[in-house]
């Protein structure tokens, strides 16, 4: 297999559907999230002779201030966000984001601040996979998966 560059990653692209900023600020606070580019609908240049595109709606007045495309990271894996046609409906469904602490006491921290307006769907327990495991969706409906890995074997 071929050395593979960041740039050709597989990296996931969540539409909070008009509470992009509110999700980068809850990232940024709870998992140290770093926020590295910010476009708006309103920094794109017009296209007066463009055809509308399959899906997109229109763009009203009050979406200029939302999202149109951001890059974050978080904990050494970029994600993609937007707050894509701002109908305040996001959907995350058929699948979740996993993350890896290096201890019990970071991961309950971190379900803790992940649930803090979500809900949980699993309660954070020590599995035969991993020393903790929990599953919660946060307050944008984001499925997390949380772990902390099982003691290695003398």
Known sequence: MQNQSASQ????????????????????RTLGARVEQVFRFKDA???PDAQPQ????????????KVMHACVTIRGTTL????????????????SLALEMP??????????????GGQVQMPMSPTFFASRFGMVADRFGVSWMITSPAATPA
């Not at 990296?11 to 809850?26: M, N, Q, T, V």
């Not at 966000?81 to 959907?91: L, N, R, T």
């Open 45 to 47: 240049p017009p296209q």
């Open 103 to 116: 201890t019990d006491a970071e991961a309950e921290k971190v379900f803790g601040a992940l649930g803090d």
């Open 54 to 65: 399959e899906g997109c709606g229109p763009m009203t007045a009050d979406m200029a201030e």
């Open 9 to 28: 990653a597989i990296k996931p692209y969540l539409f909070f559907d008009g509470r992009c900023d509110e999700a980068l600020e809850f990232y940024t």
């Open 80 to 95: 993609f966000v937007s707050d894509g046609m701002c109908q305040g409906k996001p959907e995350f469904k058929g699948v």
